[in-house]
Structure formats: structure tokens, C-alpha cells
């Protein structure tokens, strides 16, 4: 029987160097370290080029799973590691050779430590030659049912039959932190998933209206919010109590204008919680075209009234490309339950497509939304989720 003992893990080619290097690796084995919090036995072994989990009795197939949602990881594989002797090394092989149906295989050395005596083409026929002599095995190098690989290193040799993809992207954390405005929708999850790839630690806010928004739109938001944090580790989300400052955008504002100014107003508090937590950006799910808010000369209008950089990962998708991602990224069944918006209720018939900033100035200069954005902030509350559900209702 095979003895898997270590996770190897691969950060494939970085193109940082010296101190952004050791702080990349750092944080990707922190980063794992938080998805597999559970399982108290793991060792992590932090290399220049790789990270070794020994996994001191726990089971590596429960890991596999998690691992796969962590940013900053190229590739990665469940391995025996076995002593640098050619010996030990056929025996492993063989070993997993007989964990498979009959069939072909391949086997691919890779000599990491070059004053191994044997060269990897040898190695390779050495293990062939024995896996052939002792199976029914036969070896295709082109088209093989399985590969065994073999990576010979200084240490020790680490043998696996499979590697298995990584995310891709660099370990969150490493490029600073954004606050993402994220609603119940499909578009602003996503988002989040490609803040979080590009190394940005994501926190959310979201703007509810009670009475004229549930409980249950909430929970669905912090539900999206638990989902998307599988990528980060821990998310904190900001609610803010969003209905009088609404219901006054309402009462002086043309009806047309509503959804900009609201936007405004949005982006504004956003703003402000990103500076008290940090943040060097804002982070949208919005989309080129998608509604009339959305358009070039609305972002121009919105953009205006703040200066932190907006991100805004999917502005050039196609709803079908972000509903695929979504999907796969398993947030999708959430975003589609059927909770109201703050921004679905209030929706006016005729929103314009394209503002003119001296009007918005116009219609907020009509009302102290100063005062309403300051008792907004006040009564933000913060509420932390975890990738791990912990109780039935964050509320
Ligand atoms: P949908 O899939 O319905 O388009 P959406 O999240 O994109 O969902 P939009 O109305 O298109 O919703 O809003 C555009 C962006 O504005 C969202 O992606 C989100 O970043 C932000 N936003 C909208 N409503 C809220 C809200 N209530 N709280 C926080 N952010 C919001
Ligand atoms: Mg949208």
C-alpha cells in the first residue's frame, strides 16, 4: 500500500524576487494554513520553490478539495516521500503501479538534485523495468492511462501519480486590500472571486433597506459572502443601514437621476469604511452596458465623487461569461434566490443613461446627505464569516 505522507505544492515560475518572494511564500502557506485550520497534525515546510504539508496521519484526500481554492498555487500533488535510493524509489512505484487497473503508464523522473547518480532517463527505465516485471502493465509514453512522477531533491524523493491544478493568481493578501460593494446578485461575487486571484484581500459592504429589505436578503448576501470567503480565508462584511438616505434621494431627486445619485451616495460611504479598515481600492461587480447605471458616462458621474480606484473585474463580460464563472466558482444557486435588493425596490421607470454631473450636484445639493452619510457609517455593523459554516443564521 502507498504511504502518503507529504503535500507537495508548486508555485510554478514567480516573477518576483528576493523579499517579495519570501512574502509571497510565506503568505500562500498562511493561506493554506487557514483553509486547513481543522486539521491540527499538519507540518508546513516553507522551500524557495515548494511547500511540503507532512501530514502526520491526517488524511490527504479531505485537503485536496480546499486546497484547489487557494490563490498563488500552480500545481499540486498528494506524494510519498521515499530516501534517495533507486531502490526505495521502485518500490513506491511499483506500489502505486498496483493501485491501478491494468493498463498503460508512464513513468516521468525529474532530477531536482543533479549529484543523484542517476539520470532521470535512467531512473525512469530502472522503475519502468520493475513495474513491467511485476504487473501486467504496459508503458505508452505518448498517450499513458497513468504517470508516475518522480522528483528526486536534495532531501528526500517525493513520488505521486497525480498533479492536480492550482488556482493560479498569487496568495491573497500579498497586493494590499479592497472594498468590494457586494449585492445579492451574480455579477458582484464574481468580482470578488477575481479581486481575491490577483492577490487583493477582499473586504465587503453591503447597503440594506429594512423594512423594504428582509432578513432573508441579508442572510442571502452574507451566504454569497461566506461562499466567496472559501478563496480568502475570513471575510468581513459591512452592513449598512442604507433606507433614510434612500427614502431622501427619493423625495429630492427626479426620479431619473435616482439610481446615479444613489450610486454616489454608495460609493461615498464605501469610501470612508475603506479608509478606516484600510483599503486602497473600491471593487464592483458592474458591467459595461448591463443597465443604465452602467454605462460609460454613469461610471464617469459616479467616479467623480470619490477618489479611491474602482475595480471593476467584469466590466467587459458578457452576463452569460459571468453566470458560467459564477457557476463555477459555486456561488451561482445562492445569487438566483429570490430576495429583493435595496436597489430592485426603488428602481424608477426611466433611469437616465447618461448623467451630467452638474445635475447630480444639482439634485444632491437639495438635501445634507453629509448628515444622512454619517449616521450611515455610524450604524455600519460589521459581521465576520468564515468558510466554514458555523451556525445556521449569521443574524
Ligand atoms: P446582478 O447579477 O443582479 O446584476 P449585481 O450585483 O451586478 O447583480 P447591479 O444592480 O448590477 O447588481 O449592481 C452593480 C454593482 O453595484 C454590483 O455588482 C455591486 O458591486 C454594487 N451594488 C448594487 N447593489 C448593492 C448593494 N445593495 N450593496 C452593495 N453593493 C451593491
Ligand atoms: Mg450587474
Do not use: W
Not at 460593494?181 to 484581500?201: C, H, N, T
Not at 443601514?241 to 431622501?248: I, N, S
Not at 445619485?261 to 481600492?281: G, H, Q, S
Request: glycine share 4%.
Amino acid at each position: 500500500m502507498v504511504q502518503y505522507d507529504t503535500i507537495l505544492i508548486r508555485y510554478g515560475e514567480l516573477s518576483t524576487k528576493g523579499k517579495n518572494k519570501k512574502d509571497f511564500i510565506r503568505r500562500l502557506s498562511k493561506n493554506i494554513s487557514h483553509v486547513l485550520e481543522d486539521k491540527p497534525n499538519l507540518e508546513y515546510i516553507n522551500t524557495y520553490d515548494r511547500i511540503y504539508i507532512r501530514l502526520h496521519g491526517e488524511d490527504p484526500y479531505s485537503c485536496i478539495e480546499r486546497i484547489q481554492k487557494v490563490f498563488g498555487i500552480s500545481s499540486f500533488s498528494i506524494t510519498q516521500k521515499v530516501p534517495n535510493t533507486i531502490e526505495a524509489m521502485e518500490e513506491t512505484c511499483l506500489a502505486i503501479a498496483k493501485e491501478n487497473e491494468k493498463g498503460t503508464f508512464k513513468v516521468v523522473a525529474h532530477r531536482s538534485d543533479k549529484t543523484f547518480e542517476m539520470k532521470s532517463d535512467q531512473i525512469n527505465r530502472a522503475i519502468a523495468t520493475v513495474i513491467l516485471k511485476n504487473t501486467e502493465h504496459k508503458v505508452d509514453v505518448h498517450n499513458p492511462d497513468f504517470k508516475i512522477h518522480v522528483e528526486v531533491r536534495q532531501e528526500y524523493t517525493y513520488i505521486t501519480s497525480k498533479i492536480i491544478p492550482g488556482a493560479g493568481g498569487y496568495p491573497v493578501g500579498i497586493n494590499g486590500k479592497a472594498m468590494l460593494l457586494l449585492s445579492g446578485g451574480i455579477d458582484s461575487p464574481v468580482a470578488a472571486y477575481y479581486v481575491m486571484k490577483r492577490g487583493v484581500e477582499v473586504e465587503a459592504i453591503h447597503f440594506s433597506s429594512p423594512p423594504y429589505t428582509s432578513t432573508s436578503a441579508q442572510e442571502k448576501v452574507l451566504e454569497l459572502a461566506r461562499l466567496v470567503s472559501q478563496y480568502q480565508g475570513k471575510m468581513k462584511v459591512h452592513v449598512v443601514p442604507f433606507t433614510d438616505l434612500q427614502l431622501a434621494i427619493y423625495k429630492n431627486c427626479n426620479e431619473s437621476y435616482a439610481i446615479t445619485i444613489m450610486r454616489r451616495m454608495m460609493v461615498r460611504i464605501a469610501e470612508r469604511v475603506a479608509k478606516r479598515n484600510r483599503c486602497l481600492a473600491l471593487a464592483t461587480g458592474e458591467s459595461l452596458g448591463q443597465v443604465a447605471s452602467q454605462t460609460l458616462e454613469s461610471m464617469g458621474v459616479i467616479n467623480e465623487v470619490i477618489k479611491l480606484p474602482i475595480l471593476r473585474p467584469v466590466v467587459t463580460f458578457d452576463k452569460l461569461d459571468i453566470i458560467e464563472v459564477s457557476k463555477k466558482i459555486g456561488t451561482y444557486e445562492t445569487s438566483i434566490l429570490p430576495f429583493e435588493d435595496c436597489c430592485t425596490i426603488f428602481t424608477p421607470k426611466n433611469p437616465v443613461t447618461k448623467p451630467l454631473s452638474h445635475r447630480a450636484e444639482e439634485y444632491e445639493s437639495k438635501f445634507d446627505f453629509e448628515t444622512l452619510i454619517n449616521e450611515c457609517i455610524e450604524n455600519t455593523k460589521c459581521i465576520v464569516v468564515k468558510p466554514i459554516k458555523e451556525k445556521e443564521n449569521y443574524l
